[in-house]
């Protein structure tokens, strides 16, 4: 869990006021030393988020980032996740570029959200090097589990299976890996626990894995029975992006991939 300063509602009286530099910084003080003084008790430490009105101005911004400084308002989360990302794109780009001696666009934005889709779980649990490392890892998972799918032969052509299935799997099992044990209590390899939240994290994974399977094949067994899985066969050999939306996912000249047939 987490808890939220909420700041933002610019239809209630007086709570813009509380935007000022000077007024947040004492709500959020008072709130954060009820926060450490919670934690001195149950051990744990919840995240603190700030939630500000939509419209500020440049300096309104200002005082709210001087004020969360001021108080001590978390921004681990914030950098971790773009740690994580900014190391996914450059791992997936490296990787591309020694394939096909080009800066694929494609394939960087889909590092950038391997890394974002990794982080996810740990964000919170890990320190800035275990974040980096994270999302490196996430966007080396995107490139090599989208040559997977397609060596499997399964139609995927945004890579969304290996961006958001195997790389989020990869980013549950690095809680159990990098999870430092400063931040909300978890520990994992990184901090000498033994691999017990790794284990946590690999069963879990399975089990949802297995009743996620499950329940899909259900649906698309009945979706076949009644004879609607599949278009006419020229649609598929056109490409069903071409026959349902009006134009392919990619166009013929750009090797999105450099690999595959």
């Known amino acids: ?25 004492r709500l959020a003080s008072t ?19 700030v939630k500000i009105a939509p419209d500020l101005d440049e300096a309104g911004l200002a005082d709210v980032i001087g004020a969360a400084l001021d108080a001590g308002i978390d921004g681990l989360i914030a950098t971790n996740t773009t740690l994580a990302a900014a190391a996914g794109g450059l791992s997936a780009l490296a990787v591309i570029y020694r394939r096909i001696k080009k ?12 890394g974002l889709v990794a982080i996810t779980a740990p964000c919170y649990y890990v320190n800035s090097t275990g974040a980096v490392i994270i999302g490196l ?20 052509p945004i890579g969304a299976v290996a961006v958001h299935g195997i790389t989020g799997i990869w980013g549950t099992w690095a809680v159990g890996i990098f999870a430092t044990g400063h931040f909300g209590g978890v ?7 033994g691999g017990k939240q790794l284990w946590a994290q690999v069963w879990s994974n399975a089990l949802v894995a297995v009743v ?7 649906v698309m067994a009945g ?21 349902e939306h009006g134009s392919p996912a990619y ?11």
């Open 1 to 25: 869990g987490y808890a939220v300063v909420n700041v933002s509602s610019p239809n209630t009286p007086g709570l813009r006021a509380l935007q000022t530099r000077d007024n947040l910084t």
């Open 31 to 49: 709130v954060v030393a009820r926060r450490d003084l919670a934690r001195t008790k149950t051990g744990r430490r919840v995240p603190l988020l």
């Open 103 to 114: 800066w694929d666009m494609g394939i960087t934005i889909n590092g950038f959200l391997g």
């Open 137 to 156: 890892v996430g966007g080396l998972v995107v490139v090599f589990g989208i040559d997977f799918i397609e060596w499997l032969r399964i139609d995927d």
């Open 187 to 193: 520990e994992g390899l990184w901090s000498g626990d």
């Open 212 to 218: 996620a399977f499950g329940a899909g094949y259900v």
């Open 223 to 243: 979706v076949k029975k009644m004879g609607i899985l599949r278009i006419a066969e020229e649609g598929e050999l056109n490409g069903i992006d071409i026959v």
């Open 251 to 261: 166009h013929e000249e750009i090797q999105f991939m450099g690999k595959g047939q």
